[in-house]
């Protein structure tokens, strides 16, 4: 069986939060597998993993966290273009807040914005709990007229 770099992070993060446990991606793999939900034959059975190697480094360590966040839709990125007046990244703030999402990173980008000068692209970064918390943030900020382009990592090929 072959997991996506993807599983391994998720598997790892799994291990931190739950186990309170640092792998690195090899010995996080035989959790990816189980977890991938591709062996069905150990389904409810009682089964031992093998967990073993913590030779990861801090700066891998944070990016495969953060890799694994964006999978599980708790940190998400989108663009979004607001009006250039004063106020209008306040109102975005607002509604990002109405929702429970947290922002981390808001960056306010005139120039890259496109021909219209009364408009500005803000590109965000927020962290929510779950999928449905993301999707529902998105849905909020469309339904109240900011048009919004969720970001996604990039993909990997082997991930179906």
Sequence with gaps: MIVDEIAIASAI????????RVLEGAGAT???ALL????PELRGRRVVLVLSGGNID??????VIEVALVEDGRLCRF????TDRPGGLAGLAQLIAATGASVKDITHDRVFAGPDVSSVRVVCTVETADRAHRDMLL???RDAGVPVKLETGV???TRS
């Design 13 to 20: 993060l799994r291990l931190i939060e739950c186990e309170k």
């Design 79 to 82: 663009t979004a273009t607001i």
């Design 36 to 39: 991938s939900g591709n062996l």
């Design 58 to 63: 801090v700066t891998t360590l944070d990016r």
């Design 30 to 32: 035989p959790l990816a």
């Design 155 to 157: 993909p990997d090929p």
């Design 139 to 141: 849905a909020a900020l």
